[in-house]
């Protein structure tokens, strides 16, 4: 009985490997049909995982202060749940992409439902919109032996720069630091709107929005660009 069990889970290990941890390791390793960076003499600001209701309105409030357009990778479930922010990030001229329409991993996403949260995600998307969805970014970077087919039609977008933002402790000891020092230009910076998610802080948006406020007034003063996905020729 226990050689069996042993057998079972050995080989369910092995099919994880193959299905999910080796795709992701080839595809982020590779870097084929994925975009790190861009192309342009200018940052590109990325948000992931809302829109949240309290923190993504101040992030737009934000960002339309200081005149600069970003680019949102929203959960198609929370996007149902608040249409008018949605709305809002259109009209104000930001990127809407794909981040699945729950905040859920490929790695245990048969290609089915992967393409269930794809489709469903783009149709809530694009209702509000009236526009067509162009770019996705995986939950976590996750890929499986499925995604790339399933996401060809859309430019897969990953980031140069992560910085641990979801965390509370990040925001409040390091965050600001290693904001100021990114200010390469063709950059893809990885921030969140929304702490809701599993490992994430629920206040840890507060803190990025101090951070972020300070990142931008330093690096506009001194002349940096940013610029949405929308305005990048790949």
Not at 57 to 75: E, H, N, R, T
Request: proline letters at 4%.
């Amino acid at each position: 009985m226990i050689k069996i069990l042993s057998e079972s889970v050995l080989l369910l290990l092995i099919f994880y490997l193959i299905y999910a941890i080796l795709p992701t390791l080839i595809v982020r390793m590779s870097g084929r049909g994925i975009i790190k960076r861009i192309n342009a003499p200018a940052i590109a600001l990325t948000f992931d995982d809302g829109p949240n209701p309290e923190y993504t309105p101040l992030l737009l409030d934000l960002l339309q202060k200081y005149g600069v357009k970003a680019s949102f990778f929203v959960v198609g479930s929370k996007v149902k749940a608040h249409p008018a922010i949605i709305k809002r990030m259109c009209q104000e001229g930001h990127t809407i992409g794909i981040h699945h329409y729950d905040h859920i991993s490929s790695w245990i996403l048969s290609p089915f439902r992967l393409k269930k949260q794809l489709k469903m995600t783009e149709q809530a998307i694009s209702e509000i919109t009236q526009e067509k969805v162009t770019f996705y970014r995986p939950p976590w970077g996750n890929f499986n032996i499925a995604s790339r087919f399933l996401s060809k039609r859309f430019k897969v977008i990953m980031w140069s720069d992560i910085f641990g933002d979801w965390k509370v402790a990040k925001g409040k000891n390091g965050l600001l630091e290693q904001l100021l020092q990114t200010t390469e230009a063709g950059s893809v910076l990885l921030l969140h709107d929304c702490g809701e998610t599993w490992g994430a802080d629920s206040l840890a948006p507060s803190y990025m929005l101090k951070s972020l406020e300070i990142y931008l007034q330093e690096n506009i003063s001194k002349g940096t660009k940013f610029i949405t996905l929308n305005e990048v020729t790949f």
